[in-house]
């Protein structure tokens, strides 16, 4: 096992929350590992559901046997019959066979949800000391005092170092909020390893209206699988006349009304569908269906919003609702977020990355390489990132995530109102009139058509294209443009950066980035890569999207500003600028450009690795390389592609893209004052949420767009 890292999550007693810190824990493995492991030595009987959750999310490949122990049941008879010795040889044994097909495996200690096991805190201490694991121990804070708090995380740091346990740190979960510093500041006083405080988050125990449905045993009437996604952050009965209960409404609430109310039903889906507030759904009780009409008209007035039907009565189905506690679960990525979320933006994920001891990998999975970008994006400061495209459904879902990972904060723009209904409809929570705190994203709307910015910006952008005859008058116009009005949010210090391009062609995109935000000091050309994701490594391609037919000197650029944004992203830059001639062996313009950008390259740089004029496949295949440019540094470990025209580099990208299966992210453009990027208009909402965080990594300072 000692190739494979072990971390070992354990808790001191039930109810401490710790499928959030076995999320964000696994999260942080998953950035430096590539094959990740998850393993439950002893749980309960049938299926267990932080397994799941962690072994979809991360794509666990290890054989699902593998990934588990014995039940309380089995550990109980082994223990009894053949003694605590042999019970801990054979789950080392079982741990042993995980590792060969891992490079980090999370333990995840026992629930506490058995009594078949007299001491479980001293059963977890002996595992992970056997295991050779580090230990990181949560003590749940529920509903307690912070002195409470403070005694028991150092109780715990005690226990489990004393049963020889190599304690890394420790996690006070679910403390009361107005706790979090106060316990912060003793702990950082009285305990010797790192305490991660992490406040209560209701939303986190919030259910779904697929739960609530469930458990009520209702029928689902209207609605979709995204409606029944919502969280239920509180109930409303219906009971009083229209005015009264539409005032009682609030964001995420599921109300609950006897079934002959279609005034409560249609003034509902009503007030959803203007988006004050969107609620989680409608509960009709006591078996009474409305009628045809009404439900033709409430599934017009609010699609996909979830109306079910129970034969329960309203004080029957609150009484199973006030019970109701939802856990964040495989199948509600939503939540997945959430939690992720709320645990990185209260543990310093770098400090226990070190204490962890995870070092960087040379081969960067597209999945560590996506991960690292979210955790890069949010330091040293959240960045704005301007989305034009507010109202368009992949952008707020992606907004969505965005701010739910705490990436950045947003700024959508376009109408309130539209969009405030397009939220309601598609039930993404964008938390739009909800007071964050400073280091929470959010997320702000603004109409360029209403805002108070017109002038001003009308002004500068007059200014700006003086030079092309644009007045003052003709600009009011110009900037109406959600593309332009973005750009010069971001050209006036009040966005950091923009990403446009899921509706809108590529030019409309970045003709507003050259004509207001133009290239830094120094740079020669405006150029772009795309990083493609393969299954065990990312390359960077460049230039796929802006320069037609660079020149020798601007080949040479684009190589160094490449160069340089792979390095940025973490990936070592080793240079090869690609021909239909590798070395020598070839003759003619277009190998002679290559050949004169490549010797540009080694003057100006010669710090960086470069190779050139090369073949792709002498550049990225080891074997190939051996033949064809044996003794060089780069051939067969390229990571920095260079095309000679934008013809050759279109066209790979799109066949790599397609034919191999990879990620393609971008294009991403480089060189320009300030970060403003393109989408494709087929872009997935994934691919928007990696584009942005890109983005908001850009915008950091020292970063070069």
């Given at each position: 096992?000692?190739?494979?890292?072990?971390?070992?999550?354990?808790?001191?007693g039930?109810?401490?929350?710790r499928?959030l810190?076995e999320?964000?824990?696994?999260e942080l493995?998953?950035?430096?590992?590539r094959r990740?492991?998850?393993f439950?030595?002893?749980?309960?009987?049938?299926?267990?559901?932080v397994?799941?959750?962690?072994r979809?999310?991360?794509?666990?490949?290890?054989p699902?046997?593998?990934l588990?122990?014995y039940?309380?049941?089995?550990?109980?008879?082994i223990?009894a019959?053949?003694?605590a010795d042999?019970?801990?040889?054979?789950?080392?044994?079982?741990?042993?066979?995980?590792?060969?097909?891992?490079?980090?495996?999370?333990v995840?200690g026992?629930?506490?949800?058995?009594g078949?096991?007299?001491?479980?805190?001293?059963?977890?201490?002996?595992?992970a000391?056997?295991?050779g694991?580090l230990?990181?121990?949560?003590v749940?804070g529920?509903k307690q005092?912070?002195a409470?708090?403070?005694?028991?995380v150092r109780?715990?740091?005690?226990?489990?170092?004393?049963?020889?346990?190599?304690?890394v740190?420790?996690?006070a979960?679910?403390?009361?909020?107005?706790?979090e510093?106060?316990?912060s500041r003793?702990?950082?006083?009285q305990?010797?390893?790192?305490?991660?405080v992490?406040?209560?988050?209701?939303?986190?125990?919030?259910p779904?209206?697929?739960?609530?449905?469930?458990?009520?045993?209702?029928?689902v009437?209207?609605?979709?699988?995204?409606?029944?996604?919502?969280?239920?952050?509180?109930?409303v009965f219906g009971?009083?006349?229209?005015?009264?209960f539409?005032?009682?409404?609030?964001?995420?609430?599921l109300?609950?009304?006897?079934?002959?109310r279609?005034?409560?039903?249609?003034?509902?889906l009503?007030?959803?569908?203007?988006?004050?507030?969107?609620?989680a759904?409608?509960?009709?009780?006591?078996g009474?269906?409305?009628?045809?009409?009404?439900?033709r008209l409430a599934?017009?007035?609010?699609?996909?919003?979830?109306?079910?039907l129970t034969?329960?009565?309203?004080f029957?189905a609150?009484?199973?609702l006030?019970?109701?506690?939802?856990d964040?679960?495989?199948?509600?990525?939503?939540?997945?977020?959430a939690?992720?979320g709320h645990?990185?933006?209260?543990?310093?994920?770098?400090?226990?990355?070190?204490?962890?001891a995870?070092?960087r990998?040379?081969?960067?999975?597209?999945?560590m390489?996506?991960?690292?970008?979210?955790?890069?994006?949010?330091?040293?400061?959240?960045?704005?990132?301007?989305?034009?495209?507010?109202?368009?459904?992949?952008?707020?879902?992606a907004?969505?995530?965005?701010?739910r990972?705490?990436?950045?904060?947003?700024?959508l723009?376009?109408?309130?109102?539209?969009?405030?209904?397009?939220?309601?409809e598609?039930?993404?929570d964008?938390?739009?009139?909800?007071?964050?705190g400073e280091?929470?994203?959010?997320?702000?709307?603004?109409?360029?058509?209403?805002?108070?910015?017109?002038?001003?910006?009308a002004?500068?952008?007059?200014?700006l294209?003086?030079h092309?005859?644009v007045?003052e008058?003709?600009?009011?116009?110009i900037?109406?443009?959600?593309?332009y009005?973005?750009?010069?949010?971001?050209?006036?210090?009040?966005?950091?950066?923009?990403?446009?391009?899921?509706v809108h062609?590529?030019?409309?995109?970045?003709?507003?980035?050259?004509?207001?935000i133009?290239?830094?000091?120094?740079?020669?050309?405006a150029?772009s890569?795309f990083?493609?994701?393969l299954?065990?490594?990312?390359?960077v391609?460049?230039?796929?999207?802006v320069?037609?037919?660079?020149?020798?000197?601007?080949?040479?650029d684009?190589?160094?500003?490449?160069a340089?944004?792979?390095?940025?992203?973490g990936?070592?830059p080793?240079?090869?600028?690609?021909?239909?001639?590798t070395?020598?062996?070839?003759?003619?313009?277009?190998?002679?450009?290559?050949?004169?950008?490549?010797q540009?390259?080694?003057a100006l740089?010669?710090d960086?690795?470069?190779?050139?004029?090369?073949?792709?496949?002498a550049?990225?295949?080891?074997?190939?390389?051996?033949?064809?440019?044996?003794?060089s540094?780069?051939?067969?470990?390229?990571?920095?592609?260079?095309?000679?025209?934008?013809?050759?580099?279109?066209?790979?990208?799109k066949?790599?893209?397609?034919?191999?299966?990879?990620?393609?992210?971008?294009?991403?453009?480089?060189g320009?004052?300030?970060p403003?990027?393109?989408?494709?208009?087929?872009a997935?909402?994934?691919?928007?949420?990696t584009t942005?965080?890109?983005?908001?990594?850009?915008a950091?300072?020292?970063?070069?767009?």
């Amino acid at each position: 096992m000692a190739r494979c890292r072990v971390v070992c999550v354990a808790g001191v007693g039930p109810g401490d929350g710790r499928t959030l810190i076995e999320l964000g824990v696994t999260e942080l493995l998953a950035r430096h590992a590539r094959r990740i492991g998850v393993f439950r030595p002893v749980g309960r009987t049938g299926g267990d559901p932080v397994i799941e959750l962690l072994r979809t999310r991360y794509r666990v490949s290890a054989p699902p046997d593998l990934l588990y122990g014995y039940s309380y049941e089995q550990a109980a008879v082994i223990r009894a019959e053949q003694g605590a010795d042999e019970l801990v040889r054979l789950l080392v044994d079982r741990l042993r066979d995980l590792c060969a097909h891992c490079d980090a495996v999370l333990v995840l200690g026992t629930d506490f949800s058995s009594g078949t096991i007299p001491d479980e805190v001293a059963l977890n201490a002996r595992l992970a000391a056997e295991f050779g694991a580090l230990l990181l121990p949560v003590v749940g804070g529920r509903k307690q005092q912070a002195a409470t708090v403070v005694a028991e995380v150092r109780n715990a740091h005690r226990v489990y170092t004393d049963l020889g346990c190599a304690v890394v740190g420790v996690i006070a979960n679910r403390v009361d909020p107005q706790d979090e510093q106060v316990v912060s500041r003793l702990l950082d006083e009285q305990c010797p390893v790192p305490v991660f405080v992490i406040p209560e988050e209701p939303s986190l125990r919030a259910p779904t209206v697929a739960e609530a449905v469930a458990a009520t045993s209702a029928e689902v009437l209207l609605g979709d699988q995204d409606g029944l996604a919502r969280l239920v952050r509180g109930y409303v009965f219906g009971g009083a006349a229209l005015p009264r209960f539409l005032a009682a409404l609030g964001e995420g609430h599921l109300v609950i009304a006897p079934g002959d109310r279609a005034d409560l039903l249609i003034g509902a889906l009503a007030a959803h569908s203007a988006g004050s507030p969107p609620i989680a759904g409608v509960l009709l009780t006591l078996g009474q269906p409305p009628g045809e009409q009404i439900l033709r008209l409430a599934e017009r007035l609010a699609p996909g919003t979830p109306v079910a039907l129970t034969a329960s009565d309203s004080f029957a189905a609150a009484t199973t609702l006030s019970a109701l506690k939802g856990d964040v679960a495989a199948a509600d990525p939503r939540k997945v977020d959430a939690a992720l979320g709320h645990f990185e933006l209260h543990v310093n994920t770098a400090a226990l990355a070190e204490r962890i001891a995870l070092g960087r990998v040379e081969r960067v999975t597209p999945m560590m390489f996506e991960r690292e970008l979210m955790e890069r994006a949010r330091a040293p400061r959240l960045r704005d990132i301007v989305l034009p495209e507010g109202s368009e459904e992949r952008i707020l879902r992606a907004a969505e995530v965005l701010v739910r990972r705490n990436v950045c904060n947003l700024t959508l723009l376009g109408s309130p109102d539209a969009i405030r209904r397009r939220v309601a409809e598609l039930g993404v929570d964008l938390r739009l009139d909800v007071e964050r705190g400073e280091r929470e994203a959010r997320v702000r709307v603004m109409d360029p058509a209403a805002s108070v910015l017109h002038k001003r910006f009308a002004r500068t952008y007059a200014r700006l294209r003086a030079h092309k005859g644009v007045t003052e008058a003709q600009a009011l116009d110009i900037v109406y443009d959600p593309g332009y009005f973005g750009a010069l949010l971001v050209q006036e210090g009040l966005a950091d950066g923009m990403v446009s391009g899921a509706v809108h062609s590529t030019a409309a995109t970045l003709r507003p980035a050259f004509e207001i935000i133009g290239t830094a000091p120094q740079v020669g050309l405006a150029s772009s890569v795309f990083f493609m994701c393969l299954p065990d490594r990312v390359l960077v391609y460049g230039d796929c999207a802006v320069n037609p037919d660079p020149n020798a000197e601007q080949l040479a650029d684009i190589a160094m500003r490449s160069a340089g944004t792979a390095a940025r992203f973490g990936i070592e830059p080793r240079i090869a600028l690609l021909s239909y001639s590798t070395g020598d062996s070839g003759r003619g313009v277009d190998v002679e450009k290559v050949r004169k950008a490549t010797q540009i390259v080694r003057a100006l740089r010669p710090d960086l690795p470069v190779e050139g004029p090369i073949q792709y496949d002498a550049a990225v295949e080891p074997d190939v390389a051996l033949t064809k440019a044996p003794g060089s540094t780069v051939a067969g470990r390229a990571t920095v592609l260079i095309f000679p025209d934008l013809n050759t580099g279109n066209n790979t990208y799109k066949a790599v893209q397609r034919s191999a299966g990879a990620v393609a992210i971008g294009p991403i453009m480089q060189g320009l004052n300030k970060p403003i990027n393109d989408l494709s208009r087929g872009a997935l909402v994934e691919d928007i949420v990696t584009t942005v965080a890109i983005t908001a990594i850009q915008a950091q300072p020292g970063t070069d767009g």
